[in-house]
């Protein structure tokens, strides 16, 4: 009879956490979310959006400031930036209030692959388009060797008009598929 | 010691004895009265429930899935039945209210002072006039998708600039909500489609506003029923 | 005892399974679509008042009925009135178009597509970021609709006509439609949109 007491008792203890069904749910959710999260790059649905969400975001070359990087074949690097109130090149003078902001980017060499571009200024949350060759009430035309077209050998050359507030930190350039390909930092 | 699984002199160990003897049986009181009417009109369909074989419950189960399918639209008749209008008559087509007024063919179209629809070689445009009233909350655009007036039989193609115009200034017409606009719509047609032609037909789908097949966003959608009309029509040129 | 279990069990069972049949239609029949759920945000204004979202900052300093158009060559006569709303437009996050939308009685109206070109939603320069626009919105309405006391303007900044999805936040102006807040002309020439200097 004794035996069979204690017997008893030590089946009667506290089960580990392990079995708990709070810890098993909790498990579970975790193995859910990791497969969810798994699925991504596999699935054929979500992966290109993930992808074009990551290009979006993510730049494939970055060129620092006074930095040369090859890409492409070619070698880019940060020219200059000038701001203009007004600039003899222009149609328009800039209104008050604002001014026109001219970057240079340096690329020598020939490209592989060009591709379209077009370029954006950066500054946080805000982006400014560069100002079209044709109809651009401030677009600056570039000198004889440079040019606004990245399909197009030499240095680029884009204008923005932009706030007198603007704090530019980068100069985005966002293809086809609104990926962004070279982000060059001022 | 009492109660427990070795208790060798428990109730249910009693050889002889079953569980319902300890309750007993309520024995129906003879002196009950008599069910009256509908009382035993009740109890015939409660018994007929309950002699209900495994098949016949299985009716009741068809019975509600149809109910169902029903609910959720499946009954909806798969081929409508067609109405007509006349000309000069309002005909709304749930979107808009369409009076049609006339229709031609001709080889090119235009305001007074310029031509608005060039001429093409072997082609001619339909032209129908009407006066369209926007009965919706959103402004109606007369785009590629959604025709207010297919005209049956009759090949046809986009006319450019625009399907549908403004008879003030030849535009291409947007009817504001609550507005009543003179209206042009006009077809591309070949011109061996139409030259032989005295009367075409068009067909007005009917609309609702409802949700996109898509599901992003609400718009007017094409009902499956219809309405036709047949329009003399005059061949120019 | 037993009859009447059998009866009741069969009796709760189907009438549940039609309660659920019939609930299940009827939340199908009535889900929200994205562009429901996605619905904007409206933040308030009335005329006058600097309406800020974190994309747009909007001021709409008055609108007037008119009820002929002069454009450059010609002068167009509105099918009701035109309804001309000026304000200020300044895009806080990226390069767009000034579209907008007026609210009277429950219907929406658009700009219309004879308003000379230069006049909001596609002026001569984009928006852009910081750099504010003042210019005009021409709207054609039915004379009937010009009863109702009030009338909700909104005005986004975006690459479509279509209000953007995600939960934008988009400012509502609120115009009064009486004689004294919206004068009435006979002939209005809407301007061309331009850069405001600061």
Redesign the interface.
Known sequence: MSTNETTIRRRITRPAFTSRLWFKNGVGAVIAVAALVAAIPVSVYDRDDFRAYRASRIPAHTVGPGTSVGIDGQEWSLGSVRQYGRSPAARRAAPKGTAITVVQISRSGTASHPARCTAYLIEGDRRWRAEEAYGGDFWVPPADDATGECTEPGSLQFSFLVPDDAHPSAVDLVDADRGITVRVRL | MDGGPDQSDAVWRRPGTTATDAQADAQPDPAEPEPGFIAAQIAKV??W??DLQIQQ?WH??AG?IV??TA??GGMDTVEPKPTTFAADQPHNTGQLTLVVHRAAVKPSLGTGQRVVFQPEDGRRYLALLATVTNNG???ATFGAFGRTLIPVDVPYQTAYPAPVVRV??A??A?V??????DVIFVWNVPESAVTSRTTIEFRVPNRRFG?YLT????GWVDLPTYADITVPVAVAG | MKIRNSLARLVIRLGTVAVLLAAAVFVADRLPYPTDVEAPFLSSGTVGQTVSTPTVTLQVQGATIADKLQLVSRVVAANGHWLVVEGTITSRRGPGYGYAQLIIGGRTYTPDNRAPTGTFPVSMQPLTAGIGQHGVWVFEVPDEVLKTPTAQFRAWVGDLSEIPRFFPRIPSITLDLDDRHTPRVSRIAPPKSVIVTS
């Open positions: 409660k018994q429930f309950a419950m009741l189960i509600a109910l169902a609910g959720f909350t959103v402004p003030s200034d535009s291409p947007i504001q909500p609550a507005a009543t606009e949700d599901g992003y966003g609400k």
